[in-house]
């Protein structure tokens, strides 16, 4: 499986971006996709998870800003995030697991103060 992640920049804190993370597999075969993240010097880390069934989970600290849904139309997997802060700024990466992980190549996301 082929994850191509896209839609990332710069924007000013405050401001929304909508990531988008298409497979080359119908997202349907894909039990749990999610979105991480990483920053220099830091272990990547979860941002949320999205299921087949569409049942989601986002990290408790960016719960009422960060999203989670699924394109069909597009097969892809969508991480809309708002209200973005500074300490939002980090390479984006989305993730799908079939018994087997699969990696996009991340997408970098940087916000100004």
């Known amino acids: 499986v082929q994850l191509q992640a896209s839609g990332g920049g710069l924007v000013q804190a405050g401001g929304s971006l909508r990531l988008s993370c298409e497979a080359s597999r119908s997202i349907l075969e894909l039990p749990l996709m999610g979105w991480y993240r990483q920053t220099p010097g830091k272990q990547r880390e979860l941002v949320g998870t999205?299921?087949?069934?569409?049942?989601?989970m986002v990290v408790d600290t960016l719960k009422g800003r960060f999203a989670i849904s699924k394109d069909r139309a597009k097969n892809a997997m969508i991480l809309q995030m708002n209200n973005l802060k500074p300490e939002d700024t980090a390479v984006y990466y989305c993730?799908?697991?079939?018994?087997?992980?699969?990696w996009g190549q991340g997408t970098l996301v940087t916000v100004s103060s």
């Open positions: 999205i299921t087949t069934g569409g049942t989601t």
């Open positions: 993730r799908a697991n079939s018994g087997i992980s699969y």
